[in-house]
């Protein structure tokens, strides 16, 4: 009984987990749809509602880069530094792209001095990766 209870938490497992990735990938989808529309609104709304729930992966990290730039299209810098700095915590290729999200949103600001230091931090960091 043992057996078959174990089998039954695991497949209780990887249906909850199916239960949670595959709308929240929808969601995101649907976020990207208004992105790409440039209406920034629903798309903010769409991807905090993706950072609103409960534990963190890659689509959380892709919200909040879409976040930081939704901001930065609406020249809203400081929110759009807020959600690079989330993102920048993701792996490699959307923490790079947040660095330089950062970088820009010091240009709009006129803060010359804080995006060079940020995009030689940038450039030091991955100078060998092939993702710059």
Do not use: H
Not at 69 to 95: H, M, P, T, W
Not at 118 to 126: A, M
Request: one cysteine or more; aromatic letters at 12%; charged letters at 30%.
């Amino acid at each position: 009984m043992k057996r078959y209870g174990n089998s039954a938490v695991l497949v209780c497992s990887v249906l909850i987990w199916i239960g949670i990735a595959l709308p929240q990938e929808s969601k995101f989808d649907e976020g990207e749809r208004y992105f790409k529309e440039r209406n920034y609104s629903k798309a903010i709304g769409v991807f905090k509602e993706i950072l609103d729930r409960p534990g963190w992966d890659e689509i959380s990290y892709k919200s909040a880069l879409r976040l930081g730039q939704c901001y930065l299209a609406l020249d809203d810098y400081e929110n759009a530094r807020q959600f690079f700095n989330v993102a920048s915590e993701g792996k490699e290729e959307i923490a790079v792209e947040a660095r330089i999200g950062i970088a820009v949103s010091y240009i709009g600001e006129k803060n010359y001095d804080a995006a060079i230091d940020t995009l030689s931090e940038v450039i030091i960091q991955y100078m060998e990766d092939k993702l710059l």
